[in-house]
């Protein structure tokens, strides 16, 4: 417990140094509107991946319905906001909808998580597709195919580094729990895992939940910056575009999201300019790399801060 405690601390100490050095890089007037926005789209996609890095890396389920949980978020923060438009009505409809997110994810995990590999995965895609039909008919509140327009903005890059704080330390924790020592076990082997007493539905629900949450959080911070969601915003192309983030980084390396969403959002930046073929150029860079690096940047190893400081210890952080 004092060894965990002390890890966080360092980690926490490491994050507070990066958030003084984007702070004075953004006070002397240094960081661009660019280089801003490419700076929370880092930062919600990382909140989005490390989510579903739970669920695929840590639980070992395959799904593709994290942008259906990302629009719950997205539009519940909307709304509200669009009611109360105060920075409480905000952190509000993101607390709700990051509720809501968990009850659907639980009610829909519960019979959906019994199944596994491409059954699990269509059946996840079902449920996001869902999600989003339902957004496009309730008209008299989400305004149908048209969206919502004129969402006050209160998310600032300061706002979404706090969340990637947040929910990178807390997923980190969980795994290197009890709970998280028991997901892990239904990963590498479910039927000794089984054999062993751990109840394999309930922490493969409870890694999907935690997922399902991040993704409602990372939503609701999209809406209110961006100002403007459609129902589009969240079909299936967007999970997988939270996928390519986590393949890419490693399944099952947090550490590896992280830079595989840093990497991925600066290229992005950068390819702005090349107009119509900047997707082709995006996707071809992504075939070069993983043909080279099929596990992903990272694999399954993490940046380990113990191992720093013992100098050839064997444990991740």
Known sequence: ??????????????????????????????????VENTLVMIGINIILAAGLNLVIGISGQFSLGHAGF?????????????????????????????????????LVGIPTLRLSGDYLAI??????EIIRSLIMNMDHITNGPAGLF???????????????????ILITNYIHSAAGRATLSVR???????????????????AFVIGAMTA??????????????????????????ILIIVVFGGVGSMTGTVVAAILLGVLNMYLQDFGAIRMIIYAFALVIIMIFKPSGLLGTKEFSVKKL??????QHV
């Open 150 to 168: 004129g969402i006050p903005p209160f998310v600032t890059w300061s706002m979404v580094y706090l969340f990637v704080c947040i929910t990178l």
């Open 123 to 128: 059946a996840t895609l079902g449920v996001s």
């Open 216 to 241: 409602a959080v990372a939503g609701g911070m999209y809406s209110s910056y961006v100002q403007t969601i459609v129902p589009g915003n969240f079909d299936f192309m967007k999970s997988i575009d």
């Open 1 to 34: 417990m004092k060894e965990r405690l002390k890890i966080n601390g360092i980690w926490l100490a490491i994050m507070v140094v990066v958030f003084a050095i984007l702070g004075a890089t953004y006070s002397a007037g240094l960081m661009s509107p660019v």
């Open 309 to 314: 400081l013992s100098k050839g210890g064997k």
């Open 188 to 206: 590498e082997n479910l039927i000794a895992a089984e054999s062993m007493g751990v109840n394999v539905t309930k922490y493969k629900v409870v």
């Open 70 to 106: 990302m629009a719950i978020g997205a539009y519940t923060t909307a709304i509200m906001t669009l009611k109360m438009p105060s920075i409480v009505g905000f952190l509000s409809g993101l607390a709700l909808g990051c509720i809501l997110s968990g009850i659907v994810a639980l």
